[in-house]
């Protein structure tokens, strides 16, 4: 009889900590990201694949690069019971792509050197449930696209014999993007909330080149660790 009376009593806790919770809200993010751009490949577009003096002409250096980089945005969604449906736009500045291949061909390296800003439209549904008074847990999962705008330089490097040659691209690359997520929220009493979260997404594939006079083309994949606080208003 205690067991029933005590589950009762802790499922009508979760109702009624969710009983206000039909409402529409708008919320300011701000993301903080550690970047990972792996899988890095220009398809044998930079020298000639041949092994000259011991180094393989075109071998890049660091297939794979960590950076920071932080975002802001914004968010609008409706919470029903413990679900929280959400829409939210997130513009990340900036995360650094700089890749260094040896080129003994032509008795140099070749530098690209990419800034990548990234803009993220997602879709999240969310589930919460209580931990206390002031305190409930979170985790959901989300799709979107993501549009990366990436500035590149190639640089082959000067020579005793040549000068430094430079050639600029500036693409923008639209891909499909995904979001896990897990953490905590703290009502600060009225209408507003604090949200601290956890997520992973995947930026979608970055793409270099080709350049005036180079048809050199860079491509990689685009991942990110981030934390992330929100400030939340119902209304």
């Not at 071998?59 to 968010?75: N, S, V, W």
């Not at 879709?123 to 705008?149: H, K, M, P, T």
Request: charged letters at 20%; hydrophobic letters at 35%.
């Amino acid at each position: 009889m205690l067991r029933i009376t005590s589950i009762s009593l802790i499922m009508l806790f979760s109702c009624s900590a969710y009983a206000s919770d039909n409402e529409w809200f708008a919320a300011v993010k701000l993301s903080l990201g550690e970047d990972t751009i792996d899988n890095i490949s220009h398809g044998g577009t930079i020298g000639t694949g041949t092994l000259i003096n011991g180094e393989i002409d075109g071998q890049i250096r660091d297939e794979k690069i960590d950076d920071y980089t932080a975002g802001l945005g914004f968010a609008v969604g409706k919470r029903i019971g413990n679900w929280t449906y959400e829409a939210e736009y997130i513009y990340r500045y900036r995360t650094d792509w700089d890749v260094a291949t040896t080129t003994p061909s032509i008795q140099t390296i070749t530098n690209v050197f990419s800034d990548t800003q990234t803009q993220t439209l997602m879709f999240n549904l969310i589930r919460r449930g209580v931990i206390s008074q002031d305190w409930s847990w979170e985790f959901g999962a989300g799709i979107g696209l993501v549009v990366n705008d990436i500035e590149a330089s190639y640089i082959e490097r000067a020579t005793t014999i040549n000068p430094e040659i430079e050639f600029a691209d500036n693409s923008r690359e639209t891909d499909f993007t995904y979001n896990v997520l897990a953490g905590v929220t703290r009502d600060l009493g009225g209408p507003w909330t604090l949200n601290i979260r956890y997520r992973y997404i995947d930026l979608g594939e970055l793409k270099a080149g080709p350049f005036s006079s180079r048809s050199a083309r860079l491509s990689a994949d685009h991942t990110s660790h981030e934390v992330q606080f929100a400030l939340e208003r119902e209304f």
